[in-house]
Each structure stands twice: as structure tokens, then as C-alpha cells.
């Protein structure tokens, strides 16, 4: 089972808080920055006529987070589902070097004092073949 899914957008319950964070991220980002663009661009006369440029730029800048956050955090996902997956791989094959590492010198130095060495390999030790 994947886990709980919530919504419309069908979001892992796991998210939620991560898109809540892109969509109103996004959302404030281009309020502020078109209702800047507008007041800069003169195209506003008087100060009270920015909460009405500002309300319609949110609604604009709403729609465009509602389609664009689940895109960035399940891209951000992914990537960084890689990047664990690629970590987590690189520790265990650490692990498995140095398990047979540890192993060689053990079978040397059986060797180099004369002694037998009935040790297995690690690939056979936890009962693999």
C-alpha cells in the first residue's frame, strides 16, 4: 500500500505540508511581485487602487501555484528520492568492502602465522550462496 492519499491532486498525506509550503511560497511570490510590476509600471493611480490590483493578482497568482506546486514538490521528490537511493547504495557497498576487507586480512594473517583458516567468505557467512 502507497499510503494515505488526499484531495483532487491525489497528495500523499506525507506532503501535504510540503505543497501548503510551495503553493503559498509561489502565491506571494507573484502577488508581490506583479502588484509591484502594475504600481512600477504606473498603470495604478492612487494607493487605493493597489488592494484591488493586489486581490487580482492573488486570484492570478493562486490558479498559477494550484497547477504548479505539485509539479515542483513531486519533482523535489523524486530528485531527492535519487539521492537517498544513490547514498544509501554507496553505504552498503562501503559495508560489503569492508567486510571483505576485514576478512582478507584475517585469512593473511592465518596465513603468514601458519595456521589454518576455515573462516567463510562474508557472501557465505550469513547463510547465502
Not at 497568482?61 to 535519487?82: D, F, H, K, N, Y
Not at 539521492?83 to 586480512?105: C, P, S
Request: glycine share 6%; net charge positive.
Amino acid at each position: 500500500m502507497q499510503g494515505r492519499r488526499i484531495g483532487i491532486p491525489n497528495i500523499p498525506a506525507r506532503a501535504v505540508p510540503w505543497y501548503l509550503a510551495a503553493f503559498t511560497t509561489i502565491t506571494i511570490y507573484l502577488t508581490v511581485t506583479n502588484t509591484l510590476f502594475v504600481v512600477a509600471s504606473e498603470k495604478v493611480v492612487g494607493w487605493q487602487a493597489i488592494q484591488y490590483v493586489a486581490t487580482g493578482e492573488l486570484l492570478k497568482a493562486g490558479g498559477v501555484a494550484l497547477i504548479t506546486s505539485p509539479i515542483i514538490v513531486e519533482v523535489g521528490r523524486m530528485v531527492l528520492a535519487e539521492i537517498w537511493t544513490e547514498r544509501r547504495l554507496r553505504r552498503a557497498r562501503a559495508e560489503v568492502h569492508r567486510l571483505w576487507d576485514e576478512w582478507l586480512q584475517r585469512r593473511m594473517e592465518a596465513e603468514a602465522r601458519g595456521e589454518p583458516f576455515d573462516e567463510p567468505p562474508p557472501s557465505q557467512a550469513d547463510g547465502r550462496r
